[in-house]
């Protein structure tokens, strides 16, 4: 299983989310760097672990609906240069295919910006798009097509409970599971609430594929040790 880190993104500073309020979002403060910068605050995640990909959310792009990439442009000045995980709040193909025009992108289309399924159904099969599926409690953010329309997600899909992201309450662990349950042989990635290596190991165990993490690593539950177990050294 990949452990990834997040960096969210508001005005050009990583923040801590917490429960997806994100109107209440203030600059991260965190023993890994002397600044909110977002050079800074991954080369400190970086020290926990080499990781080779980071998750950005641009919080202001998905807010506005102007979707851009440049939250990202500073992990480009990271060597080794990682991959980029990018919710940008796409909402157009021309968003969408602007973004991959960056081979270091792979984008992130996040369920609670779209419309409709034109955007998915345009660009389901490339490999590197990446489907989030968003909730707020039980309620499925995003149109409805999106979740009765399995046949037409992507290889990797996030299933994202916003309001665990931050909270420290352990994942969703059902919703994954009904997730897995028909999305056939795609990746499921886990996004909210994960608190230490025991969420980890029970993910792992129910064959998801991934997870995306923060507040774990900033606050030391989740050491470079136990990043190594599942991806690595």
Known sequence: MLIIPVLDVKDGQVVRAQMGMRDTYRPIETPLSA????????DGLRRIHPFSIFYVADLDAIESGSSHCLAAGPLSLLQPRPDVWLDAGFRS????GQA???????????????????VLSAFGAHQRLILSLDFRGDTFLGPPAIMSTPDL???????????????RCGPDFDRLRSIKDIAGNR????????????????????GIAGALVATSLHSGELTGTDVSAFNGS
């Open 93 to 96: 193909a021309t968003d969408v």
């Open 100 to 118: 991959l025009a960056n081979a270091q992108i792979l984008a992130v289309l996040g369920s609670e910006s779209q419309v409709g399924i034109d």
């Open 187 to 206: 990746d499921i990635i886990a996004a909210g609430g994960i608190r230490n290596v025991n969420d980890l190991e029970r993910l792992s165990d129910m």
């Open 35 to 42: 600044t909110p910068a977002i050079s800074n605050v991954a």
């Open 153 to 167: 997600w992507p290889r990797r899909v996030i299933v994202m409970t916003l309001d665990k992201v931050g909270a």
